[in-house]
Structures are given as structure tokens and as C-alpha cells.
T-cell receptor
Framework: GENVEQHPSTLSVQEGDSAVIKCTYSDSASNYFPWYKQELGKRPQLIID?????GEKKDQRIAVTLNKTAKHFSLHITETQPEDSAVYFCAASAFGNEKLTFGTGTRLTIIP | NAGVTQTPKFQVLKTGQSMTLQCAQDMNHNSMYWYRQDPGMGLRLIYY???????DKGEVPNGYNVSRLNKREFSLRLESAAPSQTSVYFC??????????FGPGTRLTVL
């Protein structure tokens, strides 16, 4: 089955700097890669996703890049703000596969 | 739309007690999921249901049973709770473009 590894497990950045979280996956059939943000005590919520037919996708300060050859994808947050502090999860699934496999999460702390 | 709802929000059980966690969605989604979340372990799939009347095991199904009561509702049952089942449980449903929508979670403690 699919295995998703996520690094780092914790990340602290100064407000205004950029943050990068990286994930690798094992199943070459995977073609859907979402990122979820979970604030303390809240439910995970989708912030951005990418499919294997594109290499990069942006939404304001958030971007995701995908390297299918190397089987890794990354989340980039620019101009970080205090409200970006949360746990971020990457995930992967293959077309037609009902199941998402999640990484173990990255706790991002923005230092004012 | 309420989205995905779960009850209860919190529960404390003694070892050996049973309970059912309830989940409902009003988005007309076919697929529904139960996850558990433990520190440092991410979200692990317990069971899922691709459609009404079907259920399948996920990564960590031992000690749990599920029922897909109808298209809206998907329940998770602990027959004999153990301390190792202390966790936060999330229900989710899957939309048209593979996005999973999560409920607010149930924080379960087993003493």
C-alpha cells in the first residue's frame, strides 16, 4: 500500500519569512495530493491540492509543487502570518482509490 | 448545510465498556470514513464505506465495527473499549473532486 513520509515534524519561522514542508510517497500510481491544515482543537481542512497532470499550483500565499519522477511534493507558504500557525498534513491517493494516506503532520509555528 | 456532524464531542469510558460514535453528512456524498488521530501518528483510517451498504477495513480496524445505516449516516462502534483506543476520532465524507470533508471530532478517553 501507499506510504507517505512528511518532514519536518516541527518548523518555526519568523513572521514574514517562507515555510516549506516536504512529503514523499511510495506508490507511483498516486495522482492526487491534498494538503490539510488543522488548527488546535479543530478539524482538518483542505487548503490546496494538486493532481499529477500539473507540476505546480498556487493560491495566494500558498503553493504546492509536485515532482512525479522523484515522487515528492511540497507545500510553500510565503509571507507567513501568525494565523498560519497550525499542523499541516500532506496526503496521497491513486485515481479510483477510495483511500487517502496521510503523512504524520508538521507543526508550524510562526514567531511574531 | 451543516456538512459533517459527529456526536458526542467528548466521552470518557471505562475499560470494557461499549459505545457508538455517530456521524452524519448532508452533502449527498457516497463515500464516508472513520479516522483516529494520535500524537505524532497523523490520521489513520479505521474503516470506510464507498457507498450505502458497503464497508471496508482501513489501516487500523481491530477493536472497531462500523455500520453504514443509510447514505447520510456512518457509525463506529467500540464493543469493549481499551486504553489503547484513547484518541480523537474524525468522521469524513468525500466529495466529487476527491476532497474529504471532516467532522468536528470526538475526543475519547478510556480509563
Amino acid at each position: 500500500g501507499e506510504n507517505v513520509e512528511q518532514h519536518p515534524s516541527t518548523l518555526s519561522v519568523q513572521e514574514g519569512d517562507s515555510a516549506v514542508i516536504k512529503c514523499t510517497y511510495s506508490d507511483s500510481a498516486s495522482n492526487y495530493f491534498p494538503w490539510y491544515k488543522q488548527e488546535l482543537g479543530k478539524r482538518p481542512q483542505l487548503i490546496i491540492d494538486i493532481r499529477s497532470n500539473v507540476g505546480e499550483k498556487k493560491d495566494q500565499r500558498i503553493a504546492v509543487t509536485l515532482n512525479k519522477t522523484a515522487k515528492h511534493f511540497s507545500l510553500h507558504i510565503t509571507e507567513t502570518q501568525p494565523e498560519d500557525s497550525a499542523v499541516y498534513f500532506c496526503a496521497a491517493s491513486a485515481f479510483g482509490n477510495e483511500k487517502l494516506t496521510f503523512g504524520t503532520g508538521t507543526r508550524l509555528t510562526i514567531i511574531p | 448545510n451543516a456538512g459533517v456532524t459527529q456526536t458526542p464531542k467528548f466521552q470518557v469510558l471505562k475499560t470494557g465498556q461499549s459505545m457508538t460514535l455517530q456521524c452524519a453528512q448532508d452533502m449527498n456524498h457516497n463515500s464516508m470514513y472513520w479516522y483516529r488521530q494520535d500524537p505524532g501518528m497523523g490520521l489513520r483510517l479505521i474503516y470506510y464505506s464507498a457507498s450505502e451498504g458497503t464497508t471496508d477495513k482501513g489501516e487500523v480496524p481491530n477493536g472497531y465495527n462500523v455500520s453504514r445505516l443509510n447514505k447520510r449516516e456512518f457509525s463506529l462502534r467500540l464493543e469493549s473499549a481499551a486504553p489503547s483506543q484513547t484518541s480523537v476520532y474524525f468522521c469524513a465524507s468525500r466529495g466529487q473532486w476527491d476532497t474529504q470533508y471532516f467532522g468536528p471530532g470526538t475526543r475519547l478517553t478510556v480509563l
